[in-house]
């Protein structure tokens, strides 16, 4: 059977329509099955886009295309194709993948790229307190410090937060300026500290968060609108050796500069940044927090596109700025597929997916067999943890149930396959025992099975889905229909398509057609040339190749009829029988083309029309079929809810 990815392009017009109104009314009907208005609207909108027009004659013209195919598709029905085994397998496949995406996209990514985005149009300055966390810290150690930070905010107010970041805080960087960590925008903290910082309100102080650092508690201090992404070029002279030296240098090129004011050119030859000289000092796209704050504030102050700032010093040296382009408030389809890209990169995917699967824990009644988790850890014993280990058959084979989502069901069958490929997690290095191992791959199991069970919810729970899917669904019963009956048809039908070819003939005709030759000289002797020119003019390519060519192959041809625009060479000759067209030399080679015929136009055979001919066969059965179907399926049209749709 053909795949679905074929049906998709054909059936590009058909896809997708929204959440049916709790009084849609029916727009027509096709054998009995309606189809409501949204439906139809929908899809008519996103076909047309920005050309929609709702006078009549588009929407009458694209309602007759919607009820032809819906018509197929019950025909598709009424052959049985719904439950062919292929059809219904291919649903099935597609109805699978769809879902998974549906769900990650909708639950975990679309809600993390709005929300990066929303943040990303302001900047944050926010102060925090670190409760240190140890790279491998234990139980004990991060229940400490989370005891700690507890005690910590029960004392703090915006007013003392100062005094108790001096005094209590981990971080050695911010401490000394009373926690205060500067600005930042969305992608650039921890997800739980970012989000700490923008749930936060001005002033105030958040709850405790975690992350891999240890326990934080953040005072938003400020809020401005986002300095967005800067495209500099800069000319760097440099302070390490001699500060004064550098000083009188980017003086005196910022005074050459407001003279001729070619910067690339300047950068190229004076300045001390080798990575960006090369370029012209193009350093590109730029965020805050990519250098020194107050360095960042005047560069990013820079109000035109091409502005030179005066000398400016940062920790590197002293700098000549150059604004190439600035973007504050980019919209969000811009800026989509990159924060996406950005976000599966990082663990806040991980951390809203968890979220998410402790939501569908709840909503699906979860239940963990702690007896058979209990047997399952004695019968891996300590050898789970180490390259020993191999699962013997009263595990491989083991239906036991560990837990249950819904109707969906965990063994522990499913837990030993998922152990033998987990070799990071079970042959841990931090002497985690084999119940705390057990934990971690029984969470991976668990992840996947709510996923799993969520994606058979999808149409229970969104009703653009369900309508999603009929649309697929209906999609591979029209490709079925019209690759039985119309494409196979075509192809194989070799007496249908005679007949058709000959009713139809006249449609297909060659336009009028050049007969030419084209030689090859293996010289650049003049005399010889015209004395092949002149033997040419008169007789045929074969009678010329044989009276010069002996034991020299001096004379090569190809010939070829070709029609109008069918060859550049061609359509420069003088369409006239025996026209020469002028020499042309290259690599010791000559060559000339000759115009041998005019051929007039000739109606073409079934062979040469081939291709156009059975193009044209597939429309004239389908044209028939739909013919058919039209008497045979009853089709009836609202048309008061169509006319309803007319703005002329």
Not at 33 to 57: P, W
Not at 573 to 580: Q, T, V
Request: charged share 30%; aromatic share 10%.
């Amino acid at each position: 059977m053909s795949t679905f990815s074929h049906a998709i392009a054909l059936l590009s017009l058909f896809f997708t329509y929204t959440t049916f109104a709790q009084n849609d009314p029916i727009l027509f009907t096709v054998n009995d099955q309606e189809v409501r208005l949204s439906e139809f609207s929908y899809i008519y909108n996103k076909t047309n886009g920005d050309r929609v027009k709702f006078d009549e004659a588009s929407i009458k013209e694209y309602l007759e295309l919607y009820i032809n195919f819906k018509l197929q598709v019950a025909e598709g029905v009424d052959m049985g194709l719904d439950k062919n085994t292929e059809v219904v397998k291919e649903q099935n496949q597609y109805k699978k993948q769809l879902a998974s995406t549906y769900l990650t996209d909708r639950e975990i990514t679309e809600k993390l790229v709005k929300e990066a985005y929303t943040r990303s149009l302001e900047d944050r300055n926010i102060s925090h307190i670190l409760i240190a966390l140890g790279k491998t810290p234990t139980e004990e150690q991060i229940n400490n410090a989370r005891n700690k930070a507890n005690r910590i905010r029960k004392n703090l107010t915006p007013e003392n937060f100062e005094e108790y970041a001096k005094k209590d805080s981990d971080d050695g960087y911010s401490k000394k300026k009373g926690g205060n960590l500067g600005y930042f925008t969305s992608l650039q903290l921890p997800y739980n500290l970012e989000t700490a910082a923008y749930e936060t309100e001005i002033g105030q102080l958040s709850d405790v968060v975690q992350t891999k650092f240890g326990f934080h508690i953040v005072k938003v201090n400020e809020v401005r609108e986002a300095y967005g992404q800067i495209k500099i070029g800069h000319i760097l002279a440099r302070t390490n050796k001699d500060p004064d030296r550098a000083k009188v240098l980017i003086d005196s090129l910022y005074e050459e500069l407001k003279k001729d004011p070619n910067f690339e050119e300047l950068a190229k030859v004076h300045s001390q940044d080798n990575g960006s000289k090369r370029r012209g000092g193009q350093i590109g796209w730029i965020g805050i927090n990519t250098f020194d704050a107050e360095f960042e504030n005047q560069v990013f102050a820079l109000g035109n596109d091409g502005a030179i700032s005066k000398p400016l010093e940062s920790s590197a040296g002293w700098h000549i700025i150059k604004r190439y382009q600035a973007v504050k408030k980019p919209k969000y389809i811009d800026v989509k597929s990159e924060i996406t890209s950005k976000i599966k990169k990082k663990p806040r995917f991980e951390l809203v997916q968890n979220a998410l699967v402790s939501e569908i824990k709840e909503e699906g009644n979860f239940k963990m067999m702690n007896e058979t988790v209990d047997s399952l850890i004695s019968m891996l014993g300590d050898e789970f943890t180490t390259y020993k280990w191999r699962p013997d058959s009263k595990l491989t084979s083991n239906k036991d149930i560990l837990f249950t989502i819904g109707d969906t069901k965990a063994s522990i069958r499913e837990f030993i396959t998922i152990a033998q490929r987990s070799h990071t997690e079970r042959l841990n290095r931090n002497s985690k025992s084999t119940r705390e191992v057990v934990m971690t791959i029984l969470d991976k199991l668990i992840t996947q099975k709510c996923l799993a069970y969520e994606e058979t919810q999808l149409e229970r729970k969104y009703p653009e889905f369900k309508a999603l899917m009929r649309e697929y669904e209906e999609g591979i019963l029209l490709f079925e229909v019209k690759k039985q009956l119309i494409w196979d048809k075509a192809s194989s039908d070799e007496e249908g398509l005679l007949a058709f070819y000959e009713e139809n003939k006249s449609n297909y005709k060659w336009k009028e057609r050049a007969k030419v030759t084209f030689y090859t000289l293996n010289t650049t002797d003049e005399k010889l040339i015209k004395k092949i020119q002149a033997k040419a003019k008169k007789k045929s390519a074969d009678e010329v190749r044989s009276l010069f060519n002996g034991e020299t192959e001096v004379i090569q041809y190809t010939s070829g009829i070709y029609e109008p625009g069918k060859n550049a060479e061609v359509d420069q000759l003088k369409w006239k029988k025996g026209f020469m067209s002028p020499l042309n030399e290259k690599n010791n080679m000559t060559y000339f083309t000759k115009l041998e015929s005019v051929v007039s136009p000739t109606v073409k055979s079934l062979d040469e029309a081939r291709g156009y001919v059975v193009a044209d066969y597939q429309d004239y059965l389908e044209k028939e079929l739909i013919k058919k179907l039209k008497a045979k399926f009853k089709v009836n049209v609202n048309e008061d809810i169509l006319t309803s749709m007319i703005k002329e």
